[in-house]
Each structure stands twice: as C-alpha cells, then as structure tokens.
C-alpha cells in the first residue's frame, strides 16, 4: 500500500556528505534515505578508507557539535613530504629527504596548528550516525529507491516499500552512481586513470610524528598518511591488474613489495586487517542541479585521491548548499526553485572546476617514468619548496580557507 509523506528536503545516500548535510538542516523536516543498513556501513570492512580532512571541513563539524568525537579519534598531520621516487628496486633507495616539504608554518597559523587531520572512515560514519540519531533525524535505511518524478511544486521519492515521500528539493549524494543524478537527467564525462588504489592499514615499527608522505612512483603515487597509535593508512596506486595481484596475494608478498618500496626510512611495516581495491576514474558533471533537484559529493564530481581533495570537496558542497538553503528559507523563497539551486551551482562551479583540473594534472604529470617529466617535476618541486609564498598557497588551498566560503566552513552558524 502506497503512503505518502511531506519534508521539507529528501536526501538520498547517507554516506558522510549525506549524513552531514542531513545533520546541517536541523531545524527543517528532512529524511535520510540510504541502501544499506546503518550498522552495516560501521563495520571495518566496510570501507578500510581513512580521509585526510582539512581545517575547513573540520570547521563545519565543530559548528554542526561533532569535531570533538572526531578529534578523539584523528591523528594530526604535521607535515606533508612530497618524494618523487624513481622505479622500484631501480636505486633500493626507498623514500628519500624529499624534495618538497609542507609545515604548519606554511599555514600561517599558530606553530602548533595541524595541516590537517587523518580520519578512519568507519570513526566519521559512526560520529555522524550518532549525531544524527540524537538530532532524531528520519533516517530510512535499508531502502530501494523505486523512482523519483518532478512536477512544477515538488520531488517525489517512490520507494519499493510503497512510501513516498515529497518534498520541494531532493538531494542526491549516492555517490558515483547516482540514481537521482540519473532521474533528473544530468550527464557524466570523465576517464579512467587505469589505475587502482589499493587501500591498507599498516602497523609501523618507528613513531610516524605526524608526518604524511606522497610518494611519487611511475605506476602512480604511494601515500602513506599517519594515523592513532603508530599505524598508517596506505593509499597504493598502481595500475589495475598490478593493484589486483597486490591485493589478492599473500600477506607476505604485500609485505615485501612495500618494504621495496618504502626502503629504511620508516622501518619494516605489518599489515593489519584487509585490503581494499579502488578503481580510479575521474567523473564530473555537465551540471550539479536540476529541476528540484541538487547533487552534492561524489554523485556531482569523483576526484582521483592524488591529493586527498574528494571527501572534502564534498563537504564543501554541504557547506554551500545547506546555506542556501537556509537563507532562501528565510527570506521565504522556495528552495527547490530553480532560481535559488543556481545559486549553489554558480558558488560550486569554480572551486569543484580548480580542484578537479589540478588533481588530473598532477596524476598525469607524476604517474609516469617519462626522463622530460620527471625532470620538469623535479624542478618544478624544488622551485616551489624554496619559495615560501608558493608553499603557502598550496598549504592554505588544501586546508580550505581561502576564496569566497560557507559560513560553516569558516566555523559560524548558519
Ligand atoms: C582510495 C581513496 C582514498 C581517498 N582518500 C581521501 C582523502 O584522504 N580525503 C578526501 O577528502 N577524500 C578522499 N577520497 C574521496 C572520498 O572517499 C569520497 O569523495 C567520499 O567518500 C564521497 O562521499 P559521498 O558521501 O559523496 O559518497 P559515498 O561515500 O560513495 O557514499 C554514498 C552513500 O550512498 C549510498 N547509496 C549508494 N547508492 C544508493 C542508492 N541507489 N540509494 C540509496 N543510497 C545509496 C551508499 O550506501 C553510501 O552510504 C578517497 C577516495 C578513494 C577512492
């Protein structure tokens, strides 16, 4: 039997950019709709990720009352040590000194600030979750999405259970295979890199002291990012039949091949748990809205991890939109209208455009061996890591604090 609810915005994926803004919209009538179950997406092998999050991202969560729970959990990232890595086994070099090295005196804050902060993916999901139960927002889950019809006043979400709900805006945040992305008609363009990442916690014998590595070698770059209790989270490009075999093979001939690459510096490494493989594509959008309808995260732009921009490119999206949304309210606006979404795709355009180029340039300029780029790179890693200003401004890009930004992000309610 079909039953027939009203909010004031459906949410479908209520991975973290979809439980985030679920959390953000306190104050209005919201449903949280998402295909797994909630204690399903907890569990460690789920999804072995760990993010890195920026200043800004952690800003809106200290608004939205959840920054300390996460804190408890997120190793600080001291600095960050760019290596450019010649083929593996060619030197038996391993890391190196590096060739450019970001500080928190780049950031230009107190010298004890972190340039950002290395978080377990099943801590952020269980952090939000939590949040969102005691806020009591409506979250259905495990639940299929039927369909999804537009007409001139409201979005209506058809599920297989028979419930529908209507509201004035549906939001989709699935992720790369966006149903609501597709019922609204919005296409994709993109490539595939090739490439996989493969996805592992290590535990290290020497003490990391926040320090984040990237590793550049010619099947991709190697991130080794610190995480609580001397371990860390390795994010392992290679190429996809490669990143394969590294996966399905023995623990002991994943061992060896990361000791190959990592060399003395860090010391012998052990795996702990299990190994994740992800394909890696980039995937964007011709538009991030449509009629009654407005696309956040990963279901409006799929970054490669490179710089570990994605998860916070998304948050940035949460940020933007749950103002607008806001403000259109309370001028007594109607928030689905296609006035008020072209607000947030016009605020969205630039920086979700700037984040995405610079990540395909750098994968294409470092994931190969080819003599001409390695030695244009080189320099051109040098050149920035003598000339403060240029480190800066990277630093400061990736924590998020610059151009025109939500008042979440800077820390203010909305
Ligand atoms: C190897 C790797 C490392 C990364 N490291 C970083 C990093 O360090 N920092 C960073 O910022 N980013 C990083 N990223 C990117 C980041 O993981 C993604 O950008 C982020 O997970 C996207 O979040 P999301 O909420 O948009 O989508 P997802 O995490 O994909 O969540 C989608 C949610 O929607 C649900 N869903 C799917 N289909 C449906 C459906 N039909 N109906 C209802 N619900 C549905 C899913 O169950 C899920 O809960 C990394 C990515 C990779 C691959």
Do not use: C
């Not at 985030?20 to 295909?35: H, P, R, S």
Request: aromatic share 6%; no cysteine; glycine share 10%.
């Amino acid at each position: 039997m079909e039953t027939s609810s009203s909010r004031d915005v459906v949410i479908v994926g209520g991975g973290v950019t979809g439980a985030t803004l679920a959390l953000a919209q306190a104050g209005l009538e919201v449903v949280l709709i998402d295909a797994q179950p909630m204690s399903a997406v907890l569990t460690p092998d789920f999804d072995g990720r760990a993010s890195a999050i920026a200043a800004a991202s952690m800003n809106q969560w200290r608004v939205l009352g959840i920054a300390e729970e996460l804190l408890a959990v997120a190793q600080p990232i001291r600095s960050i040590l760019v290596t450019d890595g010649a083929a593996p086994g060619a030197t038996g070099r391993g890391i190196g000194a590096g060739l450019l090295r970001f500080d928190a005196e780049d950031l230009g804050d107190a010298p004890d600030t972190p340039l950002g902060f290395m978080v377990e993916n099943r801590h952020i999901r269980a952090v939000v979750g939590q949040a969102l139960a005691t806020a009591k927002v409506q979250i259905v889950a495990p639940a299929q999405v039927l369909a999804i019809d537009v007409d001139v006043k409201a979005a209506r979400v058809r599920l297989a259970d028979g419930r529908v709900f209507t509201a004035p805006l549906v939001v989709g945040a699935e992720g790369r295979r966006s149903g609501v992305r597709e019922a609204a008609g919005i296409r994709t363009y993109g490539w595939s890199y090739g490439q996989s990442g493969v996805v592992a916690t290590v535990a290290l014998s020497e003490p990391h002291d926040g320090v984040a590595h990237e590793y550049f070698l010619p099947g991709g770059p190697l991130a080794i990012l610190p995480l609580t209790g001397q371990r860390a989270s390795l994010v392992w490009t290679e190429k996809a039949a490669l990143a394969e075999a590294l996966v399905a093979g023995s623990v002991e001939a994943f061992e060896a091949h990361l000791a190959r690459r990592f060399g003395d510096r860090l010391g012998p490494a052990r795996l702990i748990g299990s190994r994740f493989n992800f394909p890696l594509a980039l995937q964007l959008t011709e538009q991030i809205v449509g009629a009654r309808t407005a696309l956040i995260g990963d279901a409006a732009h799929a970054i490669h991890p490179i710089a570990g921009q994605g998860l916070n490119l998304g948050l940035k999206d949460v940020a933007a939109l749950a103002q607008v949304i806001v403000e259109a309210r309370r001028l007594g606006e109607d928030w689905g209208s296609e006035l008020v979404l072209e607000r947030y795709a016009r605020w969205r355009r630039f920086d979700v455009a700037a984040v995405a180029a610079a990540s395909d340039l750098f994968t294409r300029l470092f994931s190969n061996d080819i003599p001409v780029l390695r030695a244009v790179r080189g320099a051109g890693l040098a050149l920035v890591n003598r000339i403060k200003p240029a480190r800066r401004l990277f630093v400061r890009e990736a924590a998020g604090v610059v151009g025109d930004r939500p008042r979440l992000l800077m820390g203010e309610r909305l």
